[in-house]
């Protein structure tokens, strides 16, 4: 038998040493304790100019946000800010050819299948992208002021708002054969933009996006069985229901491209303006309330309410250092949400992304190849 040399006992020893102590170390140390739902962290503050409204995802891990009206008003030039998936801030990018005479904002609202961002600007309603490995920004197309319709009808070249107000591009999703959706704040449409094409068209019209200073905000397709599109209206001054109740409606598209059913899916409490939203794997829909109660409401895929977060409207308090103040969007990013704060009260230092637990997956948004302009 051949005797161990000293390097190799020593190797053993500290080998059984290590076996000895592993059961005595707290799990903290072999691995982090789970979060609990709806614990809240802040993710990353956001800069001035400030006003963020909605946090992207990227598929390259990387997470952006533009930075969006000052109702104060300022003469600042938007940003776009770029952080890393654990909210480290990487990069930033100003946003040219805005009127900063006017209400002026960037929202970075999705991706084409290229990689660059899609971006929606309000002083010019204009549909851009900015090549994150250039940063060059380029214009795509810009939505239309339509005129008001005649009162009790709709139409393609109209605007069925009571009260005429000009295109706000809000939200965007691509859908079926790489066209793009985007959802008009002030008009009560939602546009369609056909692959490649820079006109875009009124694709769907209807009274019920009527919300007079309340307009149409989230914006989302689900494919499969349902192929339709998610859209959250912050208020409803024309169907016949309280006017400060917001909806979520279900829009189908048909398989010739047409708009199919639409179904309100859920109603909202008076004045809680519902925004921007993720979708789970599960189907369930949470959705950030940027009025009155300051909260996130999970939904099931068919509208039914689950459950609010926090329990008592108005404070925003969610137990991390900063509270849900205008909180527009719900965007995942693993088992979380991200909510951007916009701060509508002002308070600069609300100005943030906040990471809402949520104990499940999202939904990647849909992307397919033909997601892009030539």
Partial sequence: MRFLDGTVKRALALGALVALLLPLAPASVAQAAPREKWDTRVFARVGAPGYPAYAFVHRNGRVYAGTYTNPQGDTQHSRVFEWSAGGA??????????????DHGVQVANADAH????????????????????????????????????P??????????????????????????????????????????????VKPQVWFASAALDGSEFGTAGLAYRPGKRHDLLITQQSTATDGSVPTDGKLYSLGIRKDGRPGRFLTLWTSLPGDLPDGFGIARSGHVYVSMAGL?????????????????????????NGSAIPFDTPSSATFLGTRVLVANQSFTGDT?????????????GRAPYLPRSAHWH
Avoid: M
Avoid at 130 to 136: M, N, P
């Fill in 293 to 317: 109660s300051n909260q996130l409401v999970e939904l099931t895929g068919d509208g039914e309410e689950l459950g609010r977060f926090p329990d008592t409207p108005g404070t925003g308090e």
């Fill in 349 to 361: 230092s609300h100005h943030a992304i906040l990471d809402v637990e949520v104990g499940e997956r």
């Fill in 115 to 150: 990689g660059r961002l899609v971006l929606l600007e309000k002083s010019t309603a204009s549909i851009r992208t900015l090549d994150v490995r250039t940063g060059k920004f380029r214009r795509r197309a810009t939505l239309p002021d339509l005129p008001t319709c005649t």
């Fill in 89 to 102: 801030l990487l990069r930033s990018w100003t946003v040219p050819h805005q009127r900063l005479s006017e």
């Fill in 152 to 197: 009790g009808t709709t139409g393609p070249g109209c605007s069925p708002n009571a009260v005429d107000y000009p295109a706000i591009p809000n939200y965007a999703t691509w859908g079926p054969g790489g066209a793009l959706y985007v959802s008009d704040y002030g008009q009560a449409v939602i546009w369609k933009i056909p692959r490649g094409s």
